[in-house]
């Protein structure tokens, strides 16, 4: 096995390793550009993002590095589902309640940028686009081959791998239900909790199937799981966790700090924040969902009802009420280091354990 594998050839990086691209804040520019300096693909989350947003967080980026990174966006249904907003409204009400802030009785309305945003990404000439819970509309797949950008795509099984593949992308990222944050399942309707099917089990299924590359995501924290996923046919690794706690990362530090007090049993598998399954740790805005037996909205209402609850916690240091995503192998993170040094270990213990063989 060798660390410079064809992944590392077509996305033109050092090493076969991506930063994961998670919304809502934690990949901020100095994150997706250190990790590119440093020899792996950057990833800047950006499908909460508005187009204007992107387009500056992308030139940012672009003045802090010469590197190749990537921009996440997610592949989804972004009309609002009105089905269970009531009764998730009065479970979201007592929160506020507990916060002190104004309970909600107005229409939810989300909006789509899904459009625009694409469009930054092909004005600002990105180098890779990476999607999430789906893959891009064929129009736009067409568009992106046109200007030679590189695709990936997260999955959750098999057959997903394959209708990713059939749809032209490049490189698909194996997620395993160890992973944390939101699932990459691409139908949740047949499955709430999104697929169970853990990373070491789905990465050599998903290689055996396809003919593209593809990269292990899900509870990989150091240079032992990238080598294990290398032995099992991956081309490389796509970490979002081990991320979190690095100096440049935009998590709150509240959050990082239960990353850190975190164990392998803290996590669960919920749609209680976005109506979309997510792992993350769990806590007392989880629990009253539990306590009710009540059901979320589906995605992007629930995810826009619990957007002013999700940030006052944080303004209060609440992590109680926040979305706190985490994989299951959260005892091997680093604390507080730059991701450079997260990417040098890696690879260093990787060659280490390469060379012992």
Same mark, same amino acid.
């Given at each position: 096995?060798?660390?410079?594998?064809?992944?590392?050839?077509?996305?033109?990086?050092?090493?076969?390793?991506?930063?994961?691209?998670?919304?809502?804040?934690?990949?901020? +520019?100095?994150?997706?550009?250190? +990790?590119?300096?440093?020899?792996?693909?950057?990833?800047?989350?950006? %499908?909460?993002?508005?187009?204007?947003?992107?387009?500056?967080?992308?030139?940012?980026?672009?003045?802090?590095?010469?590197?190749?990174? *990537? +921009?996440? &966006? !997610?592949?989804?249904?972004?009309?609002?589902?009105? #089905?269970?907003?009531?009764?998730?409204?009065?479970?979201?009400?007592?929160?506020?309640?507990?916060?002190?802030?104004? &309970?909600?009785?107005?229409?939810?309305?989300?909006?789509?940028?899904?459009?625009?945003?694409?469009?930054?990404?092909?004005?600002?000439?990105?180098?890779?686009?990476?999607?999430?819970?789906?893959?891009?509309?064929? #129009?736009?797949?067409?568009? +992106?081959?046109? @200007?030679?950008?590189?695709?990936?795509?997260?999955?959750?099984?098999?057959?997903?791998?394959?209708? *990713?593949?059939?749809?032209?992308?490049?490189?698909?990222?194996?997620?395993?239900?160890?992973?944390?944050? @939101?699932?990459?399942?691409?139908?949740?309707?047949?499955?709430? @909790?999104?697929?169970?099917?853990?990373? !070491?089990?789905?990465?050599?299924?998903?290689?055996?199937?396809?003919?593209?590359?593809?990269? *292990?995501?899900?509870?990989?924290?150091?240079?032992?799981?990238?080598?294990?996923?290398?032995?099992?046919?991956?081309?490389?690794?796509?970490?979002?966790?081990?991320?979190?706690?690095?100096?440049?990362?935009?998590?709150?530090?509240?959050?990082?700090?239960?990353?850190?007090?975190?164990?392998?049993?803290?996590?669960?598998?919920?749609?209680?924040?976005?109506?979309?399954? *997510?792992?993350?740790?769990?806590?007392?805005?989880?629990?009253?969902?539990?306590?009710?037996?009540?059901?979320?909205? #589906?995605?992007?209402?629930?995810?826009?009802?619990?957007?002013?609850?999700?940030?006052?916690? %944080? &303004?209060?240091?609440?992590?109680?009420?926040?979305?706190?995503?985490?994989?299951?192998?959260?005892?091997?993170?680093?604390?507080?280091?730059?991701?450079?040094?997260?990417?040098? #270990?890696?690879?260093?213990?990787?060659?280490?354990?390469?060379?012992?063989?």
């Amino acid at each position: 096995m060798r660390l410079n594998t064809k992944l590392c050839e077509i996305l033109d990086i050092t090493y076969p390793i991506i930063q994961a691209g998670m919304a809502g804040g934690p990949t901020t +520019v100095d994150l997706v550009a250190n +990790v590119s300096n440093a020899g792996g693909l950057g990833t800047l989350g950006a %499908a909460y993002m508005k187009p204007e947003e992107i387009r500056m967080a992308i030139r940012k980026i672009k003045k802090k590095t010469t590197k190749p990174f *990537a +921009v996440n &966006l !997610f592949c989804t249904n972004w009309k609002d589902q009105y #089905d269970r907003v009531e009764e998730s409204q009065k479970i979201l009400n007592d929160m506020r309640g507990k916060l002190g802030i104004e &309970l909600s009785e107005h229409q939810v309305v989300t909006n789509n940028f899904f459009e625009e945003q694409f469009e930054v990404l092909i004005e600002e000439k990105v180098p890779v686009i990476s999607t999430a819970f789906g893959v891009l509309p064929r #129009d736009k797949q067409a568009i +992106v081959k046109q @200007h030679n950008i590189i695709i990936t795509t997260m999955v959750t099984t098999v057959r997903e791998a394959m209708i *990713a593949e059939e749809n032209g992308v490049d490189i698909i990222i194996a997620q395993g239900s160890d992973a944390g944050g @939101h699932r990459g399942t691409f139908e949740v309707e047949k499955n709430t @909790h999104g697929a169970a099917i853990g990373t !070491f089990s789905l990465v050599p299924q998903i290689v055996d199937a396809v003919s593209v590359p593809v990269v *292990a995501a899900g509870g990989i924290m150091d240079s032992r799981g990238l080598v294990a996923a290398l032995a099992l046919g991956a081309q490389g690794v796509q970490m979002g966790t081990a991320f979190l706690t690095a100096i440049e990362s935009g998590a709150h530090p509240v959050y990082k700090q239960a990353l850190i007090n975190s164990t392998e049993e803290s996590t669960v598998i919920t749609n209680v924040f976005s109506g979309r399954p *997510a792992r993350g740790i769990k806590n007392a805005f989880i629990q009253a969902y539990h306590d009710a037996d009540i059901s979320p909205a #589906d995605f992007p209402t629930q995810n826009t009802m619990t957007n002013d609850i999700r940030r006052q916690a %944080a &303004l209060q240091n609440n992590q109680e009420y926040m979305s706190l995503w985490a994989g299951q192998a959260t005892r091997l993170l680093q604390n507080e280091v730059p991701a450079s040094k997260i990417v040098h #270990d890696l690879v260093a213990g990787a060659k280490d354990l390469l060379s012992s063989k």
